[in-house]
């Protein structure tokens, strides 16, 4: 059987823009090999070796109180979707609200510049960080759901992509295009709260919000247009604060960010890169290979210079640089024992960013309090 021809270390693997549903009630039956339902939830059988779902993705994991025999309850992300009403977790599942990462990443460059933005001496503005974790929710929300309505026929032939929601047919193509207009039609809400200039910013980042998913299919530079597309926030946190953008702090930091996504999301590039082989599509996992640590060291560097940069221009303190030192050699480490042939090892590299994020975000807010 198809399924059965995968390995069970690519069974494991996960990432913010895939979507396995978890603990997901089906309606159909397969034989060995291929998915079959017991109990209303699906179990994998992969190599002679049966799966339940959840325990699939988090093998330390025990959906049930063997007790009571009721379903155990947490605050985690993939809990919350699991208890949400049957009929809507697939949408919560196609948004990738159960794997919050994606969001964390692409909510952070906002915050840098939002913080760099306020005044000396002061926190920064905690309307204007909800308002952009809002955004970057529905935002992230939307370009999933254009990435897996794009990318439905190559779901379909890889393990780890084929219960996503739209191939799996659990959503249609229309209901898809529905559930993005309703995404879009909030984030645009949420856009309308802000000034007439980031308005007009935040409304240009839309056309790499579309094209993004198709840059796979014709270069090997999809991260390149992925990072200028999850770093716009490091123009519009900025702009939302002051009205316009100082390019002086703003293109700096936009730039680092951009080479921050070259490196988080070229070391998950590495779990997928057999499968993208065989689907065909391409990535800078597969144009750099053994080559990935020299290219992964070069746009680290790039990365921190561009934000010291952009402390000068912007008047940091002691401390931002301080916590800017503890991002290099948390970069360092993360690049020098990376193993690009393990997915497990990449998976944690990949996840530490947000850390790293926030750490960032917290060194430009004590920096500016230290003024």
């Known amino acids: 059987m198809a399924l059965a021809r995968f390995s069970f270390k690519a069974a494991t693997r996960i990432h913010p823009g895939s979507c396995w549903p978890l603990f997901q009630p089906l309606s159909y039956g397969c034989v060995k090999g291929e998915r079959k339902r017991k109990d209303g939830y699906l179990h994998i059988n992969v190599l002679g070796r049966t799966f339940h779902r959840q325990n699939a993705i988090f093998p330390s994991t025990k959906p049930w109180n063997t007790q009571s025999g009721r379903r155990r309850f947490s605050l985690s992300a993939a809990s ?10 697939p949408y ?3 948004m990738r609200l159960d794997k919050p990462i994606g969001t964390w990443l692409l909510y952070l460059p906002g915050t840098w510049s ?3 933005a306020s005044d000396p001496g002061c926190l920064p503005h905690l309307g204007m960080l909800t308002l952009f974790g809002i955004g970057a929710l529905l935002m992230r929300g939307a370009g999933c759901t254009i990435n897996d309505m794009w990318d439905k026929d190559f779901d379909k032939k ?3 992509t084929a219960m996503r929601p739209i191939a799996s047919g659990e959503i249609s193509q229309f209901q898809a295009l529905v559930f993005l207009g309703g995404q879009l039609t909030f984030a645009l809400g949420v856009l309308l709260c802000l000034n007439y200039y980031s308005i007009a910013l935040g409304a240009a980042s839309l056309g790499l919000v579309v094209t993004y998913p198709l840059m796979k299919r014709i270069t090997y530079w999809p991260q390149l247009v992925l990072g200028l597309t999850f ?7 900025w702009a939302a604060i002051k009205g316009s953008c100082d390019w002086s702090v703003c293109l700096p930091l936009y730039c680092a960010g951009v080479m921050w996504t070259l490196i988080y999301d070229t070391i998950y590039a590495h779990q997928d890169k057999e499968d993208d082989i065989k689907v065909g599509v391409r990535s800078t996992a597969l144009k750099f290979q053994e080559r990935t640590k020299p290219w992964l ?3 680290a560097v790039a990365m921190i210079s561009g934000l010291v940069v952009t402390g000068i221009n912007a008047g940091q303190s002691l401390p931002y640089y301080a916590v800017l030192s503890t991002v290099a050699i948390h970069l360092a ?4 024992t990376l193993d690009i042939d393990k997915p497990e090892d990449c998976w944690k590299k990949f996840i530490s960013n947000r850390n790293l994020g926030i750490l960032l975000f917290f060194g430009i807010v004590t920096g500016n309090l230290w003024k």
Do not use: C, D
């Open 231 to 237: 770093n716009w926030g490091a123009l519009l946190g």
């Open 80 to 89: 919350i979707v699991n208890h949400a009403p049957a009929v809507v977790q």
């Open 158 to 160: 890889v393990f780890r």
């Open 297 to 299: 060291s070069g746009f």
């Open 114 to 116: 939002i913080a760099l």
């Open 333 to 336: 480490h993360q690049i020098y």
């Open 92 to 94: 919560l599942r196609l």
